[in-house]
């Protein structure tokens, strides 16, 4: 029986992370880490570094926001960037087929402030993402979707959720927004093996001092799976030691193994 171990990483600039990638990736060796935010174009991309690690890398990205990558053992199938309709948003989702599992890799947009154009624009980016499975998938099909999905979820996923209550990421209009792709046949593997265990976070703001030592968290990046594949997942972690390195993304890990 073999083992998928995926992981997904907001690097917050990929150039400036890769003190803290190529050992993460040296030490932990997953078949596929998927990366947001990358923030370089694709001509400047630290290929070389990676593959240098051992892995292949693809990716979509512009020259100063937004970004996505993934880093791989295997040769990636079935490549593509981006939705196939208007526009295509190619710095913001990357799709490709590893073992037979297809894995899609977001960065959705934050939303700035609930009543800007920039809140319409990511909400209607999830009604995209949902069409975009019915579109090309089932939720028989192994599939993951992962990646810095800007959404707390519950309660749990932040440290005060009082006081962030109506946050573009902690709002019941974005709830249900995220809970509308997951009723298409996606389970949160993180939640399958930590039901309701708080204090459980992917982001802690750099503007905010000692946000990691003071528990001032978010659960903002995910790893989704359909129910089938879900099954046969065996563990998923947060990973702090990225975070806690010199110069870190504000991010950190989050990895998934399965038994295929």
């Given at each position: 029986?073999?083992?998928?171990?995926?992981?997904?990483?907001?690097?917050?600039s990929?150039?400036?992370?890769?003190?803290?990638?190529?050992?993460?990736?040296?030490?932990?060796?997953?078949?596929?880490?998927?990366?947001?935010?990358?923030?370089?174009?694709?001509?400047?991309?630290?290929?070389?570094?990676?593959?240098?690690?051992?892995?292949?890398?693809?990716?979509?990205?512009?020259?100063?926001?937004?970004?996505?990558?993934?880093?791989?053992?295997?040769?990636?199938?079935?490549?593509?960037?981006?939705?196939?309709?208007?526009?295509?948003?190619?710095?913001?989702?990357?799709?490709?087929?590893?073992s037979?599992?297809?894995?899609?890799?977001?960065?959705?947009?934050?939303?700035?402030?609930?009543?800007?154009?920039?809140?319409?624009?990511?909400?209607?980016?999830?009604?995209?993402?949902?069409?975009?499975?019915?579109?090309?998938?089932?939720?028989k099909?192994?599939?993951?979707?992962?990646?810095?999905?800007?959404?707390?979820?519950?309660?749990?996923?932040?440290?005060?959720?009082?006081?962030?209550?109506?946050?573009?990421?902690?709002?019941?209009?974005v709830?249900?927004?995220?809970?509308?792709?997951?009723?298409?046949?996606?389970?949160?593997?993180?939640?399958?093996?930590?039901?309701?265990?708080?204090?459980?976070?992917?982001?802690?703001d750099?503007?905010?001092?000692?946000?990691?030592?003071?528990?001032?968290?978010?659960?903002?990046?995910?790893?989704?799976a359909?129910?089938?594949?879900?099954?046969?997942?065996?563990?998923?972690?947060?990973?702090?030691?990225?975070?806690?390195?010199?110069?870190?993304?504000?991010?950190?890990?989050?990895?998934a193994?399965?038994?295929?």
């Amino acid at each position: 029986m073999k083992t998928f171990k995926i992981a997904t990483y907001n690097v917050n600039s990929v150039r400036s992370r890769l003190h803290v990638i190529i050992p993460w990736l040296n030490e932990n060796r997953p078949d596929v880490l998927c990366m947001q935010e990358t923030k370089v174009e694709d001509g400047k991309f630290p290929r070389t570094e990676f593959e240098n690690a051992g892995y292949q890398v693809s990716f979509s990205g512009g020259k100063k926001d937004n970004g996505v990558a993934i880093a791989s053992l295997a040769e990636p199938a079935e490549l593509t960037c981006g939705f196939e309709d208007d526009p295509p948003d190619r710095d913001r989702l990357i799709r490709a087929k590893f073992s037979g599992i297809t894995v899609i890799n977001t960065y959705v947009p934050q939303g700035y402030k609930m009543d800007s154009p920039r809140f319409e624009h990511k909400l209607k980016w999830y009604a995209r993402f949902r069409k975009y499975l019915e579109d090309n998938f089932s939720p028989k099909d192994p599939l993951i979707w992962c990646g810095d999905l800007n959404v707390a979820p519950e309660s749990i996923d932040v440290h005060n959720p009082k006081r962030l209550l109506g946050h573009v990421d902690f709002n019941p209009v974005v709830w249900e927004a995220f809970a509308n792709i997951k009723e298409w046949g996606l389970v949160d593997v993180f939640r399958k093996h930590h039901p309701g265990e708080p204090n459980q976070y992917t982001f802690f703001d750099y503007r905010i001092p000692g946000t990691v030592e003071r528990g001032l968290g978010w659960r903002v990046d995910h790893i989704l799976a359909t129910p089938g594949l879900a099954r046969k997942s065996r563990d998923c972690r947060i990973d702090m030691k990225p975070r806690l390195m010199e110069k870190s993304s504000d991010h950190t890990v989050l990895i998934a193994e399965f038994k295929l």
